[in-house]
């Protein structure tokens, strides 16, 4: 006889703690399944913000998920396989969406996702230890948010650079003020990775209601007349009054395509019955374009191990007609060998810049493995494939190639060799430049996209309701319309917290 519960929340990820940790408090009964580890002791790895550990491949919470590059560049892509979900294995970046992301989002037919929709949840959601508590920031969330003060000589001279070529100072990144250079709210206390596991889960551990089991994973969805009832585990069958898909924007698509909802050509290809014929699910997917700048700091001007390789960031605007803060430049302050291992990268090591475009004209697409479509879907970025974007990239790596050689980076470095100066002049070549060194921010989103009614490609309703069955949820950053123009881990705390709100209403 297979368990029956009120609510069934398929990830316990970034999305899917603040979820089922809502709803057991609202008084349903929820049980959380995680493919990955559930640990009631956390390990370092997953507790030291200062490194990434976790994300290497091959590191047991990794899910090492195949992407595919322009140019039929394969890579791995790190995604967090354990109760905490990707926000137990990332650098902690905490960044709100922009009001003008929430206002998007609400102008194509979502008004439940405005920016005054969404700010208690956004208030709800934080323990800010800077600003906290005001009518715009929260002082008594689950989740701390703490922005760096003192940091290496590399941290100060990028600001310092940023002000020299005319930055205005952004003091609170999650403030929705206009976009410059500040300090980057993080997740992290003392050096401390706090986790939605951490904040959301582990004051409920014996709660009545609530019920987390690790190591189980989902196979599909089980739906009888029209509506999900429960779902299929390597554990066996779950059968719940309500399905909820919260295993990223990875996972939750493909759930539903192996549950026979997707495009219905892409499903009969791959040998899966089709049950709902639902021609946007991984079919317009957006991501964050990244290069990365080398810099070759001095001597004792970097990071150390056990200090935060992340201080500030800074938002411009690509150019004209362009969004505001539609560019990220982000100093790592450490080298990446360091960063990885934990460990002190060999003498001479240099640091990266990182450079992102932040609201991508372009689209990816997911799709079944047709030899085995239980294996993990291969995204397939497409990243830069839009005249637009290459533009905007340009004007990226040109700003920041113009941050390193301002007078207050001379100071503690120099610029990398490449990209040098005729690169820099010629856009063909400077073309050729990003297109061998393009890589993803990791910030899938979009690829069970929210939508009106009308919108063929939403999957879907504001509701966050599945169209085409009842009793099935999807809520995590599939659902957003696009990625949201700073990093989405903050946003995906949110989208948990919206989709718990909107449960309870009905």
């Not at 316990?12 to 640990?39: F, I, N, Q, S, Y």
């Not at 980076?409 to 073309?431: N, T």
């Not at 939403?458 to 949201?484: C, E, I």
């Amino acid at each position: 006889m297979a368990e029956h519960w009120d609510v069934v929340v398929v990830g316990a990820g970034t999305a899917g703690c603040p979820l089922a940790a809502r709803l057991a408090d609202a008084g349903r009964r929820v049980l959380l399944l995680e493919a990955g580890a559930d640990h009631r002791e956390v390990p370092g790895d997953l507790r030291d913000a200062t490194s990434l550990k976790a994300a290497v491949p091959g590191h047991p919470a990794n899910w090492d998920l195949p992407g595919l590059l322009p140019g039929g560049r394969r890579i791995s892509v790190p995604r967090g396989r354990v109760v905490g979900g990707s926000s137990a294995v990332n650098a902690g970046y905490f960044v709100r969406p922009t009001p003008a992301d929430a206002d998007g989002w609400a102008a194509a037919g979502n008004d439940l996702w405005g920016w005054g929709r969404l700010l208690p949840a956004l208030r709800r959601l934080e323990s800010d230890l800077d600003f906290g508590p005001s009518g715009l920031h929260g002082a008594d969330g689950p989740m701390p948010v703490r922005r760096p003060a003192a940091g290496p000589p590399l941290a100060a001279a990028f600001g310092s650079a940023a002000g020299e070529l005319g930055f205005p100072v952004e003091t609170d990144k999650n403030g929705g003020g206009p976009p410059g250079h500040g300090p980057l709210p993080r997740n992290v206390v003392d050096g401390v990775r706090i986790s939605t596991a951490d904040a959301y889960l582990a004051p409920r551990r014996g709660h009545s209601r609530l019920t987390v089991r690790g190591g189980v994973r989902v196979l599909r969805v089980l739906v009888a007349g029209g509506r999900a009832v429960g779902v299929r585990t390597t554990a066996g069958d779950v059968r719940a009054g309500e399905v909820v898909l919260s295993a990223g924007a990875v996972g939750s698509p493909h759930l539903l395509l192996l549950s026979g909802i997707g495009p219905a050509a892409a499903l009969r290809a791959a040998g899966v019955e089709v049950l709902v014929d639902a021609p946007g699910v991984g079919t317009r997917c957006s991501d964050h374009p990244l290069v990365y700048l080398p810099f070759q700091p001095g001597d004792g001007v970097t990071a150390g191990v056990g200090q935060a390789p992340l201080h500030g960031v800074l938002h411009a605007r690509s150019g004209d007609g362009a969004g505001p803060g539609d560019l990220e430049v982000l100093p790592w302050l450490a080298p990446f060998a360091q960063v990885m291992a934990g460990e002190p990268a060999p003498a001479g090591s240099g640091v990266e810049f990182g450079v992102s475009l932040q609201r991508p004209e372009g689209r990816g697409r997911l799709a079944l493995d047709g030899a085995d479509p239980a294996r993990p879907p291969v995204v397939d970025y497409r990243h830069l494939a839009e005249p637009v974007d290459r533009e905007r990239m340009r004007a990226g790596v040109r700003l920041a190639a113009r941050l390193m050689r301002t007078a207050a980076l001379a100071e503690v470095g120099r610029p990398g060799a490449d990209p040098g100066e005729a690169v820099l002049a010629d856009d063909a070549a400077l073309d050729r430049w990003i297109h061998g060194r393009l890589t993803t921010a990791v910030h899938l989103s979009g690829s069970a996209p929210m939508g009106p009614e009308g919108d063929p490609l939403a999957v879907v309703d504001q509701r966050l309701r599945v169209r085409g069955v009842d009793g099935l949820r999807v809520a995590d950053t599939s659902v957003l319309p696009a990625v949201p123009s700073r990093g989405p881990a903050l946003t995906a705390v949110l989208v948990g917290e919206r989709a718990a709100e909107l449960m309870a209403a009905g």
